[in-house]
């Protein structure tokens, strides 16, 4: 079955990095355009940054804009994303998700119920 397993989350300082990484197995990962979503507590979950499935197209949150990027491994099936210049409002539980439904042509999704699979989420605390 469809499996998206997210790793790298941690505890960081302001202004550090981070490489949080989303390991999939079980779906067609080269017809899959792929999100990354967060959610801090009591808000609801948000866009960050899409992919399309070659790669060649990327898409940020204006919140993020400049200091994430996306990027993805066909040959290992995973996709990452690099933070910079991190802030305390980049708090967050990171989800990685797949869109399968949606055809080449159509625009990098930003909405939570454009895509079919997720995964179970990794921390990131950002605090000094």
């Known amino acids: 079955q469809a499996q998206l397993v997210e790793s790298g989350g941690g505890l960081v300082q302001p202004g550090s990095s981070l490489t949080l990484s989303c390991a999939t197995s079980g779906i067609n990962f080269s017809r899959s355009k792929m999100g990354w979503f967060r959610q801090a507590p009591g808000k609801e979950r948000e866009f960050v940054a899409a992919i399309n499935r070659s790669g060649g197209s990327t898409l940020y949150a204006d919140s993020v804009k400049g200091r994430f990027t996306v990027a993805r491994d066909s040959a290992k099936k995973t996709v990452t994303l690099q933070m910079d210049s991190l802030k305390h409002e980049d708090t967050a539980v990171y989800y990685c998700?797949?869109?399968?439904?949606?055809?080449?042509?159509?625009?990098?999704?930003?909405?939570?119920?454009?895509?079919?699979?997720w995964g179970q989420g990794t921390q990131v605390t950002v605090s000094s």
């Open positions: 998700a797949a869109d399968l439904r949606s055809i080449l042509s159509t625009p990098l999704q930003t909405s939570p119920q454009a895509y079919d699979y």
